[in-house]
């Protein structure tokens, strides 16, 4: 089954500076790769997604750039502000099949002012 | 446009007792999927429901069951409950059984003493 591994387990930036958190996966078949982010107390809360036909994404400050033939995807946070302080979580699944998202074990991302 | 509802939020059972968590999806899902998220891990994959039927299951034991209504809400049960079954429980809907862009709920935080 599908295995997917996240890197670093933690990080510490300064305001204003950019966070890069790296994941891969084992299943070339994988071909969905959404991010959460997961705030204490809550639950994760989808940020940005990208699916194989596309190399890379944005949404204003945050970016994803996916690798097929490495099979790893990356998450991009440019000018981090402290309220991107959380635990993200990458994902993969097979969509068009009958897998369930694998989760990696989580980044938990310290944005220091 | 009401998101991902979960009761209770906090419970706590002691061993041996079963317990019966909940979930409404978001308007206009008809996909509940069940996670279970370990203390600093990452949620990992319990089942999903589909027109009231279990269409997905993942590596857990038979003690975890659920249930699907006809407005799609869902349950989850389990039984004979485990130390080790102390966990955050989530709820994530979705569109379909197809397992892209799943929106999840606050979770249940289940303590088993």
């Known amino acids: 089954g599908e295995n997917v591994e996240q890197h670093p387990s933690t990080l510490s930036v300064q305001e204003g500076d950019s966070a890069v958190i790296k994941c891969t996966y084992s299943?070339?078949?994988?071909?969905?790769f959404p991010w959460y982010k997961q705030e204490l107390g809550k639950g994760p809360q989808l940020i940005i997604d990208?699916?194989?036909?596309?190399g890379e994404k944005k949404d204003q400050r945050i970016a994803v750039t996916l690798n097929k033939t490495a099979k790893h995807f990356s998450l991009h946070i440019t000018e981090t502000q402290p309220e991107d302080s959380a635990v993200y979580f990458c994902?993969?699944?097979?969509?068009?099949?009958?897998?369930?998202?694998?989760f990696g074990k989580g980044t938990r991302l310290s944005v220091i002012a | 446009d009401a998101g991902v509802t979960q009761s209770p939020t906090h419970l706590i059972k002691t061993r041996g007792q079963q317990v019966t968590l909940r979930c409404s999806p978001k308007?206009?899902?008809?996909?509940v999927s069940w996670y279970q998220q370990a203390l600093g891990q990452g949620p990992q994959f319990i089942f999903q429901?589909?027109?009231?039927?279990?269409?997905q299951r993942g590596n857990f034991p038979d003690r975890f069951s659920g249930h699907q209504f006809p407005n799609y809400s869902s349950e989850l049960n389990v039984n004979a409950l485990l130390l080790g079954d102390s966990a955050l429980y989530l709820c994530?809907?979705?569109?379909?059984?197809?397992?892209?862009?799943?929106?999840f709920g606050p979770g249940t935080r289940l303590l088993v003493l």
């Open positions: 994902a993969a699944s097979r969509n068009s099949g009958n897998t369930p998202l694998v």
């Open positions: 299943d070339s078949a994988s071909n969905y």
């Open positions: 308007s206009g899902h008809d996909t």
């Open positions: 990208i699916r194989s036909n596309v």
């Open positions: 994530a809907s979705s569109s379909g059984p197809t397992q892209e862009t799943q929106y």
């Open positions: 429901y589909y027109e009231e039927e279990e269409r």
